[in-house]
Structure formats: C-alpha cells, structure tokens
C-alpha cells in the first residue's frame, strides 16, 4: 500500500491510494483520511476508473459508525450507488437513516426510477422513520413541480402544432415533433413509475395525507399520458393525444367532408390526383417537375401540349395523363387516403417521395 500523508495529499494522491490499494485494505486507509477528506473519497469511489470502487465504496460505508459524517457521506452518493450499497451489504451494516437523511431529494427521485423489488423490500421497513417519510414528502412536492412544467410543455407543444402550415412542412419537421411526443412520453412513463415506488412505500408510513397526493398524481400523470400525450397510430390503431393533433392539423391542407361540408374538401376514396391540386401540383409541367413524368425527354413540349386544342395534342395530353395516374398507381399513390399515410403534404415533399419509387 502506498503511503498516504493526509496533511499534504492532493485528490490525485487520494485517488492513486484508493485505486492501488485492495478491498481489505480499506480500514486502514479509512484511518488515515481526515473526516474532512471523506467527500472527496466517496467521489473517487463513485467512478469506474478505480479498481473495484463499488467494493471498496461499501467497506468505507459500512466502516462509518459516526451518524453525522454518514450524513455527510449521503450528500455525496449517486442514486446508483446508493441501489449498490442497500443491494450488496448485510443486514445491520448499513446505517440507511443517515444516508436518507444526507441524500440530495433529486438523487432520492432518480433511486425510485432505478429501484427493483429487492431495494423495495429493504426500504420498506424504514418507511416508517422520519428521513424516509420526508425523502417521500420531498418527493411528492417535486412530482408536483414536474407535473406543472409538463402542463406547460404540452400546452406549448399544441400551440406549436396548431400553428403549422402543412405545405411548409418537411419529413424531417415530422420526425422531430414525433421525437418531442416520445420524449415527453417518456418522462410521463418514468415519473408513473417513480410515483408507483413511492406509493408501495408510503403505506407503511402511516401518512394518509401523503398516499392521497400520490395517489391523486399517479392518476393525473396516468391521464396526461393517456389521453393527451398519446400514441402514433399503428396497423388497425388511429393515433391519440399530441400525435392525432399532429396529424389532424397535416391532413387539414385537404380539408374534411366530414365536418366542414366545403365542396373543396377531399374525400379519403378519391383519386390521388385531386389531393395534388392542393399543392398546386396540376399542370403537365408540375407533374414532370416532381417525377410523375421521367419518360418524357423536352418539358419545353408539355406546355405546348396543354395550350394546343387539336385533336393530335389532345389524344398526347390524355396519354400523358395517363402516364401520371400509371406512376402514382407504380408509386402507392392511388387515392387522397394514400396521400395522406405517406405523409405527403406538399409539391417538395412529393417529389422527395417519388425519388426513388418511379422507375427512370
């Protein structure tokens, strides 16, 4: 073991003894590290770099008999150190109420994130002393601050929705509100399972008060998630919550019979042609501009055939047409329904789609 003078060592040299030094030579180390010194040691210990930190992290920890510098010690441990510690020591090693009482309640919201039935089942009994009970009280007033700032994200996001204009929109607009809805999602589907841990907690501490506010979140995240977040439709499913938003606010660029009755709304079962008109997509050049016309060589002839009513241009003008509605069948575009489940919503994003789906 290298020698270690606490007067004089510097963090590289605490870091060079706890790394060199072996799980079972830890008590010594332990009386040769100032009090003052401690915090520094539980950093070094909570990294990978060190050799068997966790290891040695539970020696240090299960060594302290002293309950103010454990409360000391909690301030400085991670959520998933704490998980390793209640995991790996013996029962009666671990003094748990200092620590709970030094724990950052932010790192106390991420071990309930973290926390399997085995860490569940340790923690309950403490459930019900007062560091563990005012982890829980801390924890119930955060998951309300959270629930606040998620009503604000969400009321932001379907403001941002509402204001799209479809034809201005792009793939890659599509897949970043997309990435906006999952992450958001996601922080609901976390914060339920947070909410969920500390209720199985919070029976056992005989705080009524404290089961009804988290039992009232639990239901309100639950609602959130459900009902306005939502899901993206699948095979069979239509999309729910900001994803039908979404979706609803796109296909409005080809109206809706179904409600407006406006003779210029499109219905789902009509020809893929008329939802490209919505685009200004309807002249024979426009056609040839997003890939509906790759046969034809000179687009210079195209508008000589729409201008010219003799029956030779007028039997070229049908075939041409022709040729489009072929292209659009070739490309799985053959109604304004189709239109719509490809995402198409604009001349650009057409002819993005066509690129590689209309044989040259």
Known sequence: MSHFDPE????DQLKQLLDSCNVDEIPKILKKIPPDRFSDAIHILDNEEVRFSKEKLLTFITLLKDRNLLEKVGQNLSANVFIYLIKKSKEGDLDLLPLLVGLNHLVFYDVLLLMDDEVLKRLRPEA????LRHQLTLFSHEI????????Q?????????DGIIPTNISYADIDAFHEKFRTIGEEAHSNIKRITQALAL???TNREDLIDMLSFQKECWKKYDALVIGTPGAEGFSPSGLYARLEEQLHAVFGNPSFSKDAKDLFDSEPSLEALVKFSVRYLQDYWEVG?????VNPTDL???EKNTEPESEEKKAFLFLQVQKNLDVAGLKTVADVKKAQIFSKDMLRDYLRNRVPH
């Open 144 to 151: 309300v601050y959270r629930l606040e700032d998620l009503t």
């Open 202 to 204: 919070s029976w056992n």
């Open 153 to 161: 994200k969400l009321k932001s996001l379907e403001i941002e929705i």
């Open 128 to 131: 019900n002393t007062e560091p």
């Open 292 to 296: 509906l016309l790759p046969e034809v």
């Open 303 to 305: 508008e000589k055939y």
């Open 8 to 11: 004089i060592a510097e963090s």
